[in-house]
């Protein structure tokens, strides 16, 4: 895959650059490719072999791009699975990282990342080269849908998500756009920003000068009620978009007007 191989060379050419940013974490290229490397030798160790469907399921945002990346350097399909899913299962993955045991799985199916298992992976030599795809174009990722199924929506390699940088999303990793927005900062170059809430939503916008921001109305009106009630506004913003449903044209003006 092109798009890893693109990205891996940016601990060359900029190894102390931001790659990834959750409110004060920010991890360089050069950590970020450490870290998916050495836990692709974990999952090496383990044995996941590419095509594999490697589920992952407990861990934060910025834990999920690492796993995602590690799964990629084995060129096997990543999965961030949806709450629920091991009660309905929708897609059989051939492994799941977790952070504790799962009861209702096979111990031989799990890979525990837990606390303890992370600070070892020091001891394990990171990839430097990934495993190639069979093709360009195979799957790397499964993302689900959104309603109430669960089911397979889209399947996802290199995605372009074209817009003005610094450029971010409020949507989470599960999320198409907030998947897309992954892949295009990997390509580009550009930091992959992480945040919880609005209030790390609007620190993020102002401190790293975003011009684009990609949200949902509710998040968009949360927004909007943020700057209405505690801050002037945005210097740098000059594009919102939005997704997932109609904005209602009273947010729309109102957001216009910041």
Not at 109 to 124: K, R
């Amino acid at each position: 895959m092109q798009l890893l191989e693109l990205a891996i060379s940016r601990t060359e050419v900029q190894p102390e650059e931001p790659a990834v940013i959750f409110g004060d974490i920010v991890l360089s290229w050069g950590e970020f490719f450490d870290t998916a490397g050495r836990l692709a030798s974990l999952f090496e160790s383990r044995n996941i072999r590419p095509g594999q469907v490697v589920g992952m399921t407990g861990f934060s945002a910025i834990l999920q791009t690492v796993i995602v990346t590690a799964t990629w350097f084995r060129a096997g399909i990543s999965a961030i699975l949806p709450i629920g899913h091991l009660e309905a299962p929708s897609v059989n993955p051939d492994w799941i990282v977790t952070p504790v045991l799962l009861p209702s799985v096979p111990v031989s199916q799990q890979i525990l990342l837990d606390e303890v298992t992370l600070q070892t992976l020091g001891s394990f030599t990171p990839q430097l080269q990934p495993t190639p795809y069979p093709r360009e174009n195979s799957v790397c990722h499964l993302l689900f849908s959104s309603g109430t199924t669960g089911t397979v929506r889209a399947r996802v390699t290199a995605a372009s998500w074209r817009t003005h940088r610094p450029f971010m999303t409020s949507l989470g990793f599960r999320s198409a756009s907030g998947f897309n927005t992954f892949a295009e900062a990997l390509l580009s170059g550009t930091p992959y920003f992480i945040t919880e809430d609005v209030g790390q939503l609007v620190t993020t916008i102002n401190r790293y000068k975003v011009r684009t921001l990609l949200t949902s109305p509710h998040d968009a009106a949360l927004l909007a009620q943020r700057l209405h009630k505690e801050a002037p506004g945005f210097i740098d913003l000059t594009t919102i978009q939005t997704t997932g449903s109609l904005i209602p044209n009273h947010l729309r003006d109102h957001l216009s007007s910041l």
